[in-house]
């Protein structure tokens, strides 16, 4: 069994947590908490390790990047190199079929998939990285956040884009690593009850049947006082990538990977013709009415196991990212999969990957990435085939 140590931040008292912290642009509303809750004392998770694992550093020049690009830190993709020091946002989406369609995911970059609560079947809940996020037309809906989120996005230096969260986020809004942004973005008129109507624009947004206007995420963040580029906080790349941007594994076959979310039934198909993995639940392919009805697809899974803390019997929960040893997981790839450990060292910091078997850092395929936690307790109910 992991071994287990007391988390690096004290919990306020709940007293103090109901109150709220004072967010530093006053943007941090704690909107869907709709339960008092009992805190006492700590919970469980792992502490912030005093050395960080060797990892390659950052990639050496390309000489097939045109002039004015660059190979972009979040896919290896070649992009602008006027947003090569532009922070990704990291954008909390309902994962309930009731939200559905998604609107704009296929923009995405990054997208993780972790469970939101232990009630109501394990439901999960998307974070979706968007590096080039000035030109997001529509994304969501928007849904909360949880305190792992806060960690995952630190991974990254993201600005955390959400709508409340029960009040055990409060302690991470503090966080001086902390930038984001809560609630008041774009309503649409789909149609659907009000907490499936919230929508994150890069512009300004004035919906066409209400009359109502909306600051869209440029102006937020100015207005939040953020830095649009990397900042203090900002610890490295995540990722390594394979030079010449592709590569087979020799590893068992994973062209179907079933994850054990039984409310979502959360599965990625491997396509054969786009050489990606395609995106499904509920039973049918996600799209995404924005592109076209493309189907949401990556070039790279990854799948940690990770044990978490339950923090009442609501079904709020922390994910013990911060772990002394390194957890095991699987890397897959054009159909094929490997064994890989994974380790994060601090809240922001980067999470390392590495292959189990050479104890060489993991390097991805250039493409997308979803990237999944999975409960330790249902492991043995993963399924890939």
Not at 107 to 131: H, P
């Amino acid at each position: 069994m992991k071994k287990r140590s007391k988390l690096i931040f004290a919990i306020l008292s709940t007293t103090a947590i109901l109150a709220g912290c004072t967010p530093k642009d006053g943007d941090a509303s704690v909107s869907d908490n709709n339960t008092v809750v009992d805190l006492s004392g700590s919970f469980s998770g792992g502490e912030t390790a005093t050395t960080a694992p060797d990892a390659t550093d950052a990639p050496e020049e390309d000489d097939s990047v045109p002039e004015g690009m660059y190979r972009s830190e979040l896919t290896n993709e070649i992009i602008s190199k006027d947003i090569e020091n532009q922070r990704p946002v990291a954008v909390m989406v309902d994962n309930e079929t009731y939200a559905y369609p998604h609107m704009g995911l296929n923009q995405a970059d990054v997208v993780y998939e972790i469970m939101n609560s232990t009630a109501n079947g394990r439901i999960t809940r998307l974070m979706v990285l968007v590096k080039d996020w000035k030109n997001i037309e529509q994304l969501g809906s928007i849904r909360s956040a949880r305190p792992t989120n806060f960690m995952l996005a630190g991974d990254w230096n993201a600005i955390l884009i959400h709508d409340g969260g029960p009040f055990y986020i409060n302690d991470f809004i503090a966080r001086k690593y902390t930038n984001n942004l809560s609630g008041g973005f774009a309503r649409f008129s789909n149609g659907k009850a009000t907490e499936f109507t919230e929508y994150l624009t890069s512009e300004n947004y004035t919906n066409p049947s209400t009359g109502k206007s909306y600051d869209g995420l440029i102006t937020r963040v100015e207005k939040g006082g953020y830095s649009e580029e990397y900042n203090d906080y900002y610890n490295g790349r995540e990722f390594s990538f394979v030079k010449g941007g592709n590569r087979d594994l020799d590893g068992d076959s994973a062209t179907d990977i079933k994850l054990p979310f039984q409310h979502t039934s959360s599965e990625l198909k491997y396509n054969e013709e786009t050489g990606t993995y395609d995106y499904y639940t509920y039973g049918d392919a996600h799209i995404d009415p924005l592109d076209g009805d493309k189907v949401l697809s990556f070039e790279n899974v990854i799948i940690e196991k990770a044990d978490f803390t339950k923090l009442d019997d609501n079904g709020y929960l922390i994910y013990n990212v911060l772990q002394p040893d390194p957890w095991d997981g699987y890397y897959c790839t054009n159909g094929k999969m490997i064994e890989i450990t994974w380790q994060k060292m601090g809240e922001d910091s980067p999470t390392y990957y590495f292959e189990k078997e050479s104890g060489m850092p993991l390097e991805l395929n250039t493409g997308k990435t979803y990237i999944t936690l999975v409960p330790d307790d249902q492991w043995k109910d993963l399924k890939i085939n």
